[in-house]
């Protein structure tokens, strides 16, 4: 089983700043298949990225991922307020399908 | 719209059983890979199961905390997947989600709740 670990558990920024999580596995995920998604309270994950890189429909440009092997970033440039919640890594490479046990974004 | 409606969560005494749906409707249900997740109170996100498309023989695979207790079945012609739940434990108190895979797992119903408890 693919463990993933996520930093920083939590993270405070301000509206406006840029935020950069992290995501590494135990071991290299297969054709990179990284995804992220966010939650908010009381709602179903949404996802914002798949293939490591590729935003799914929808999601403004500010939402970006990066890496590859074993080593993923996801990026929120320009931070709203709308975007201080919790966020997931997945890997789906490699049965079991695997979470990262989130990182908490919060207003500082 | 997309959409998936889960339907069936709710309280059962541990060693029961529960059957869980979900509704898909607003894309070709047919095509895709469907899988369960869940989400225990306060907990992070846990794969339950998926279910193959008719090309690879509906086939399921699972996690091994649900494995030979949770059976994942579909109805192509009604747009539907379910979640068998035999042999229930307290540990499988959760959210229980209804995914879409199509290059990204990019729909989620809303989840339903079901509490093993006595």
């Known amino acids: 089983e693919i463990v993933l670990t996520q930093s920083p558990g939590t993270l405070s920024l301000s509206p406006g700043e840029r935020a950069t999580l992290s995501c590494r596995a135990s071991?290299?995920?297969?054709?990179?298949?990284v995804a992220w998604f966010q939650q908010k309270p009381g709602q179903a994950p949404r996802l914002l990225i798949s293939?490591?890189?590729t935003r799914a429909t929808g999601i403004p440009d500010r939402f970006s991922g990066s890496g590859s092997g074993t080593d993923f970033t996801f990026t929120i440039t320009r931070l709203e307020p709308e975007d201080f919640t919790v966020y997931y890594c997945q890997q789906n490479g490699n049965l079991p399908i695997t979470f990262g046990q989130g990182t908490r974004l919060e207003i500082k | 719209e997309m959409q998936l409606v889960e339907s069936g969560g709710g309280l059962v005494q541990p060693g029961g059983s529960l059957r869980l749906s979900c509704a898909a409707s607003g894309f070709t249900f047919s095509d895709n890979y469907m899988y369960w997740f869940r989400q225990a109170p306060g907990k992070g996100l846990e794969w339950v199961g998926r279910c193959k498309t008719k090309a690879e023989g509906y086939s399921a695979e699972y996690a091994a905390s649900v494995k030979g207790r949770f059976t994942i079945s579909r109805d192509d012609s009604k747009n539907s997947l379910v979640l068998q739940m035999n042999s229930l434990k307290t540990e499988d108190t959760a959210i229980y989600y209804c995914?879409?895979?199509?290059?990204?797992?990019?729909?989620w119903g809303q989840g339903t709740s079901v509490t093993v408890s006595s």
């Open positions: 995914v879409r895979d199509n290059w990204g797992m990019d729909v």
């Open positions: 293939g490591a890189s």
């Open positions: 071991q290299s995920v297969h054709g990179n298949y």
